[in-house]
Structure formats: structure tokens, C-alpha cells
């Protein structure tokens, strides 16, 4: 074999696949001999040829001309491939397929699997509020705190992380009850807070602002007197 041979041999060049192909194609109802197809026919495109036949097909692959032409029928019908009309620059029409349907279907389940992983986080986020106020409380929560807890996730739009925060200021401040923080809640909302880092600079500023409003006492009143750490949101 000479040295230009082999040359030609690597100018044959590669296809260009998602990789995510490869991964979901049984996921999406895919056999290899489909999978297979599909590549062969990617490479014919590749190399300027829109429309193989079934006998071309077949000369790469185990499959014969019949049988590459019932998977190519079934790809049709499953969604992976269009044959579609093209126009020549002689202006002379012709048929061609498009893998774009597979595209799409790609596509799709690549934003289904997100949104299944999203909702994934979702749900442990919310059963982990769940045992976060369960913790704090001591006990269960009750049929109405537990519908309470979720009206603000879903109805409210809460996050999770932010009804976390609210639990933790209620504690702070030694009222631990829904009401309370509801009203940490609302506050909050209304203010416009919707992160962690928010949330604990609202509530520097919401205790900077109560320690001023604080009548001075004396020296010795302060002595006799041992401070608490109240900070009253409902006074808001």
C-alpha cells in the first residue's frame, strides 16, 4: 500500500454527531441498526449525496437493500427523518432527507431531562423545608401548617432557601410561629428580597433601625436589665 493511499483513506474525514445521540438514542426508541442507519446516512450528506438509496446503504452495513429500506421507512415514521424537496442551481427539483426532526427530538429531550432534573431539586428542596421546621418545631406539623408551608411555595413562589431563612429569623428573634413568619414572609416579598445575602442585609438593617427606636436607659438600668435578642416583625 503506498503512502497516497493511505492519504486518501484519511481524507474520508469524520461526521460530526451530538454525542447526546449516542447516549439517548434507546431512551428514544432507537435500535442500533437505526442508530446505524442514521449515521451512514449523515455520512452520505456529508459527502454531498442528500438521497442514498436503500442498495447504497446497504453496501455499509450487515443489513441488505430491503432491510435498510424497512429502517429507513420506520425512521420516517418515528420522527427522525424527512424527505424533504431541494432545488438545484440548474433550478431542477429534487427529494432529500432532513435529519432535522432528529434535531429536534434532541433538542426536546435535552430540555425534558433538564426540566425533570429541575423538578428533581425542586422536590427535595421542599421536603427538606419540611424537616427543617419539623426540627425546630419539635413535632410534626399539623395538617394546616403543612398546607401553610405549601401555599408559600406555590402559590406565594417562595424559594425554599428563602423560607429557610425566614424559619432561622424567626428563631432568632423567639417567635416561632407561622404567623410570624408570614409576616417575615411578606416583608420580604414586598421588599423585594430574594436571596440569602438579601434577606440577612434586611434583617441588619430592620435591627439597626429597632435598636434606635429603643428608649436610652441608664447605666445602671442596663446593669440590672439583661438584653434579649427580640427583633418584633410584626410591628412592621
Given at each position: 500500500m503506498q503512502k497516497s493511499d493511505l492519504l486518501d483513506w484519511l481524507k474520508e474525514g469524520n461526521i460530526s454527531i451530538?454525542?447526546?445521540?449516542?447516549?439517548?438514542?434507546?431512551?428514544?426508541?432507537?435500535?442500533?441498526?437505526?442508530?446505524?442507519?442514521?449515521?451512514?446516512?449523515?455520512?452520505?450528506?456529508?459527502?454531498?449525496?442528500?438521497?442514498?438509496?436503500?442498495?447504497?446503504?446497504?453496501?455499509?452495513?450487515?443489513?441488505?437493500?430491503?432491510?435498510?429500506?424497512?429502517?429507513?421507512?420506520?425512521?420516517?415514521?418515528?420522527?427522525?427523518?424527512?424527505?424533504?424537496?431541494?432545488?438545484?442551481?440548474?433550478?431542477?427539483?429534487?427529494?432529500?432527507?432532513?435529519?432535522?426532526?432528529?434535531?429536534?427530538?434532541?433538542?426536546?429531550?435535552?430540555?425534558?431531562?433538564?426540566?425533570?432534573?429541575?423538578?428533581?431539586?425542586?422536590r427535595t428542596e421542599e421536603t427538606d423545608v419540611y424537616t427543617c421546621f419539623e426540627k425546630e418545631f419539635g413535632r410534626p406539623l399539623s395538617p394546616f401548617e403543612c398546607e401553610t408551608l405549601a401555599m408559600w411555595m406555590d402559590d406565594d413562589l417562595h424559594d425554599p432557601i428563602i423560607i429557610k431563612s425566614a424559619l432561622r429569623e424567626a428563631v432568632i428573634s423567639g417567635k416561632l410561629n407561622f404567623r410570624y413568619i408570614d409576616r417575615i414572609l411578606f416583608e420580604w416579598k414586598k421588599n423585594g428580597v430574594k436571596t440569602i445575602e438579601q434577606a440577612k442585609s434586611h434583617s441588619r438593617k430592620f435591627r439597626q433601625y429597632q435598636n434606635q427606636q429603643r428608649p436610652v436607659v441608664s447605666d445602671e438600668a442596663k446593669v440590672q436589665s439583661r438584653p434579649v435578642p427580640f427583633y418584633n416583625w410584626l410591628e412592621q
Open positions: 451530538p454525542a447526546v445521540l449516542l447516549s439517548e438514542y434507546k431512551r428514544m426508541n432507537l435500535s442500533e441498526q437505526e442508530l446505524v442507519l442514521l449515521l451512514h446516512v449523515q455520512y452520505f450528506m456529508d459527502k454531498g449525496n442528500y438521497f442514498p438509496t436503500p442498495a447504497e446503504l446497504a453496501g455499509r452495513m450487515t443489513a441488505n437493500s430491503l432491510e435498510c429500506s424497512q429502517i429507513l421507512r420506520s425512521l420516517i415514521q418515528k420522527g427522525f427523518i424527512e424527505i424533504i424537496e431541494g432545488n438545484s442551481p440548474e433550478g431542477i427539483r429534487f427529494e432529500k432527507y432532513s435529519l432535522q426532526p432528529m434535531q429536534e427530538k434532541l433538542v426536546e429531550r435535552f430540555l425534558s431531562s433538564k426540566k425533570q432534573d429541575q423538578a428533581q431539586v425542586r
